[in-house]
């Protein structure tokens, strides 16, 4: 099951404007909904860029509350709870900010929200990448694996992506993937030598998050 208790984060989790994800969301998309809006920071941002319809979904009441006066609908609670408050067929893009691996099932809320998209609609989702080569290096050579507040080793963190991984839950779950990308990356050059005397084998481990535009296969 999900987790129903996030009173532990940090505030500052709640508040996070992501811009990074801003050009994946398309400006054709008229009805949106963000699973995991927070206090509504993300979302607000499109509003002002082309004032779709959203809605939110949030599990923490207080961030739920701010994000309110923020975006249109705010549903507040576990996810797999309200699925029958989200209307059939609705949504032309279905948000994920690194909310996945907070579940135990990802697999099955992404099989449920096939029923909730439009004909072209989209899901675009951020998840973060356990192979990060700070994250690797902790493990490597500290021989650590140390939970944190937030990050790759978050507490609350129930599944660990990879690029390759999140490649074969989409594709496992018969969705297209339109685009996928690598965000907040590394740009030392000490890693960048690194990588090319390694032949280009850690060109995936120097982005934090990989941010994903996928559609389901049509049958």
């Known amino acids: 099951m999900p987790l129903d208790n996030l009173s532990t984060k940090p505030e500052e989790y709640f508040t996070q404007t992501r811009p990074e994800m801003l050009d994946f969301i398309p ?22 860029n082309w004032d779709p319809e959203i809605w939110g979904v949030e ?25 029958d408050d989200l ?33 072209n609609g989209i899901i675009v989702c951020s998840l973060p990448n356990v192979r990060y080569f700070p994250t690797l290096m902790d493990l490597l050579i500290k021989k650590q694996w140390k939970y944190e ?46 990588n090319i005397l390694s032949l280009g084998y850690l060109t995936d481990t120097k982005y934090l998050q990989f941010a994903s535009v996928v559609k389901p296969n049509k049958k």
């Not at 400006?27 to 002002?48: N, T």
């Not at 923490?60 to 705010?74: G, M, S, T, Y």
Request: one cysteine or more; charged letters at 30%; aromatic letters at 10%.
């Open 27 to 48: 400006k054709s998309a008229k009805k949106i909904l963000d699973v995991g809006c927070g206090s509504g920071l993300f979302s607000e941002q499109l509003k002002k």
């Open 149 to 194: 507040d937030a990050g790759i080793l978050d507490k609350t963190h129930l599944r660990f992506f990879t690029q390759k991984s999140i490649i074969d839950m989409f594709n496992l779950l018969d969705y297209k993937i339109i685009k996928m990308e690598g965000i907040n990356a590394i740009t030392s050059w000490k890693f960048a030598l690194l």
């Open 59 to 83: 599990l923490d009441k207080d961030a739920a509350e701010l994000a309110k006066d923020k975006i249109d609908k705010v549903l507040v609670g576990d996810i797999f709870q309200l699925l």
């Open 87 to 119: 209307p059939g067929k609705y949504f032309d893009c279905i948000i994920f900010n690194d909310l996945l691996e907070h579940l135990a099932d990802p697999y099955r809320l992404l099989l449920k929200m096939k029923e909730k998209l439009t004909t």
